[in-house]
Each structure stands twice: as structure tokens, then as C-alpha cells.
């Protein structure tokens, strides 16, 4: 099986890396279109600003070739957004993947700090991103912004609203959280997805 | 629900974890790369690696520590200790930290705040306050691992860096560190309700009432401590079931 991380400008594409050399799964980390479409699996990391990265991966031609994939694709938090229909981070129009625009949290809630950092409860879970869990599990987030509820919504968390903590559309997924950095349960979802069919 | 995290700390010193009382007497207290893996393990929610001789010795972290700790370790990591330029701070990024922490660096050089945050957002800019009450009943900032004093006040630089784009605020008592005599309430309660970034508070922490009582009493978001874990005075399991069973929200 050849797994491809798709390479942009945006962060922590070293610790999804080495998170799946932990569970024993080599990965090619790279924006090569070829190198991207012939994968089995490809994960679209990102830690970042919206718009910043839909530019780089537009200036590259990578938007066309992300939309057109047809094996299992796994967006992680940016890349996860980046899916989305729009951002309202710096207004970006995204790749129209998931029908969910993608928000930042109100600030008119006193209790509510920005960004959301830390382990929340991921529910409302469903197959196969979370098979195998008879529990909800705890995840590592950090993110301002928020993809909505929508009829692709594949779990849910609550912060101040209750959003999208995954999606699933045909072979595209995404999670808000950091599998990579989501301990046990995290290492569990991505074994999930390196498991799926082509 | 968002939970409150336990963050061991592991202060480094040529490569090995050591702790002290009141940042001095430092004991080795072992490996940190098997010490924060142990911590991971146990449930720790998140670990902090501080390498506490750089700033005074003008050493630059080990890069190949943090690499050994991110290919070993399924948490997240903050490094901090002696870091003072984008430079410095992309090269930590890229080998696997997931945020870093500045002090004095940025304390001399607040712009240095703004431009991390720029270059990579706000979540992985961690502040580090080391801040002590002095007689006056003010708790100032002090600099170089607690060596120098300054005139500023804590509240004030921490409200100053937040505005800059620090995304979390790492406060710790230096009247309190190494005490076990529980943690500052009064300005941990400060910062943690009137900044709008999380407050994780240091210095302490020896029972495990002390970590309700900041949670609860203080507002903290996290709460981080050294000894007690490295020694073996308190579990981490212990202590989040403890807290689980006093109501507050933990990742169990």
C-alpha cells in the first residue's frame, strides 16, 4: 500500500509522519501530482491559515488534483477545513468537497477561549472513521474556527456549539482533531482509515 | 465538554531531567524521552520539555531531543528554554514540536511574539512567565530562570503578549515551585479569567486537593507539575480519577 501525505505550507506534517511509523505504516511525503494521484491512501495534513494555503495549493494546480481524487483521502484539521465549502478565515473559498462552511467560534461567550486547545469528547460517532470504539473518545484539538453541522457530518463535538468533529462524503474524510496527536484513540482512527478499501 | 489537562513537566539540563526547589538544588530525575513516553502511557494530557540551563548558558535546545520525543510520543509536546528567533523555532517545528515557549526572549524583544505567531499562528506560541510576589503584594516578572527581577508586572506583560499573538500563557509562581504547598490562586485566577488565551499554571502542585483547588477555585486550564511525577508522589491515573470524581471535566 503506498500512503501519500500531500506537501504545502502548511505545519505538522512531520508529526502525522511519525505517528503512523508508530503503528508501523510508511508514508511519501510529497506534491508531486503523480506521486498523489497513483496513491492507495493520501492524508491532507495542515495546521495554518486558510487562505494562505489554498493559494499555494492552487498556484500548484494541487486544488484540481485534491477535488478529482478517488481513493480514500483523510484532511486533518486545516486540511479537514480546506474540504469545506468557504472559511470565513480571511473569507476563502475552499474546495467544495463537504457542503459545511466552515466558521470561527463567537467570542460573545464569556467562557469560551480561542483557539479551542485541548482534549474534547468526540460523539456522535459513526462508521468507519470510528470502528471498533464502543466509547466516545477524547481528542486533541486546537483550531478558531469550525466546520457547521451538515448532513456529512460523521461526529460531532461541543464547544460553545456543537460542530463537526468529522466528515465523511463517498472517499473523502476529515477530522477537526489531531489524530496524530489524539494518543491511543487517535492512533485507532488512523489504523481505521489505512484500512479502508481503495 | 473540554477537559482541564495535567501536563508533567520535564525540565532538562544536558540531556537529562532534573528538578529542584525554588529553581535551585537540581536532582536528576532520568531519561526525558522515556520519562515523557512513561507520562504519555499514564494519561498525561500533554507534556512540557523546558531546557532550563539555555537561556543563562546561551545554549540552543537540543533539536535532536525533540525529535527522539516527537518519534516516541503519541501527545502533544511544548520545548521551550533558550529559543529567540523564527529561526530557531522553525527548526524545533520541524522536528516534531508541536508548540514552543518564550520567556526572556520575548520579554527583551515583545515583537519577537508577533512575528511567531505570524510566521506560525498563535497555537503553537506558548508564553512562559516565571513571576514572583514581592513584599508589596504585586507579583512581578523575573527573567533568566528566575535569576532576574524586573519591574514589570505580571499581569500587564501577560495581557501585553496575548494582545501580540501568544496563544497560551505557561504561569509559573517562583513563591510556589518546589513548596508542594499548592498553587498561586490569586494570579492564576487573574490571568486565566481575563485573558482570552488558556492558562496553565506551574508551581506547587503537591496534593492532589492543590489541583482541584486550581481548577476549581483558579480557573486554570491546565495545571503542570514536575516532582510529584518524577518522584512518584502522585500518580497521573490517581490523580485524573481523584479530579473525575470531584467533577471536573478530564480525558479518563
Known sequence: MVLTIIKYNAGNIQSVLYALERIGVEAIVTDDV?????????????????????????????DVVIKNLTQPVLGICLGMQLLCKHSEENDTECLGIFEANVKRFALDNQNLKIPQIGWNKVQDITQPLFSGFNYEPYCYFVHSYYAELCEETAATTFYGVKFSSALHKNNFYGVQFHPEKSADAGERILKNFIALNP | ?????????????????????????????????????????????????????????????????????????????????????????????????????????AFKNPQLVNDLAKEFGSQCVVLAIDTKKEEDGEWYVYLNGGRTKTEIKCFGWAKQAVDLGAGEIL??????????????????????????????????????????????????????????????????????????????????
Open chain 1, 34 to 62: 503523480q506521486q498523489i494521484q497513483s496513491a492507495d491512501k493520501v492524508i491532507f495534513p495542515g495546521v495554518g491559515e486558510a487562505s494562505t494555503a489554498m493559494n499555494y495549493l492552487k498556484e500548484r494546480g494541487l
Open chain 2, 1 to 105: 465538554m473540554l477537559t482541564k489537562r495535567i501536563i508533567p513537566c520535564l525540565d532538562i539540563k544536558d540531556g537529562r531531567t532534573v528538578k529542584g526547589t525554588n529553581f535551585v538544588n537540581l536532582r536528576d530525575a532520568g531519561d526525558p524521552v522515556e520519562l515523557g513516553a512513561m507520562y504519555a502511557k499514564q494519561g498525561a494530557d500533554e507534556l512540557v520539555f523546558l531546557d532550563i540551563t539555555a537561556t543563562v548558558e546561551k545554549r540552543k535546545t537540543l533539536s535532536e531531543l525533540v525529535n527522539k520525543i516527537a518519534h516516541n510520543i503519541n501527545i502533544p509536546f511544548t520545548v521551550g528554554g533558550g529559543i529567540s528567533s523564527v529561526e530557531d523555532v522553525s527548526v524545533l517545528l520541524q522536528n516534531g514540536a508541536d508548540k514552543i515557549s518564550v520567556n526572556t526572549s
Open chain 2, 171 to 252: 504561569l509559573t509562581s517562583m513563591n510556589n515551585d518546589g513548596t508542594k504547598q499548592g498553587f498561586a490562586l490569586d494570579i492564576t485566577k487573574q490571568l486565566a479569567e481575563n485573558l482570552a488565551v488558556p492558562v496553565i499554571a506551574s508551581g506547587g502542585g503537591g496534593t492532589m486537593q492543590h489541583f482541584v483547588d486550581v481548577f476549581q477555585q483558579a480557573n486554570a486550564d491546565a495545571a503542570l507539575a514536575a516532582s510529584i511525577f518524577h518522584f512518584k508522589e502522585i500518580a497521573i491515573p490517581d490523580l485524573k480519577q481523584y479530579l473525575k470524581e470531584q467533577h471536573i471535566a478530564m480525558r479518563m
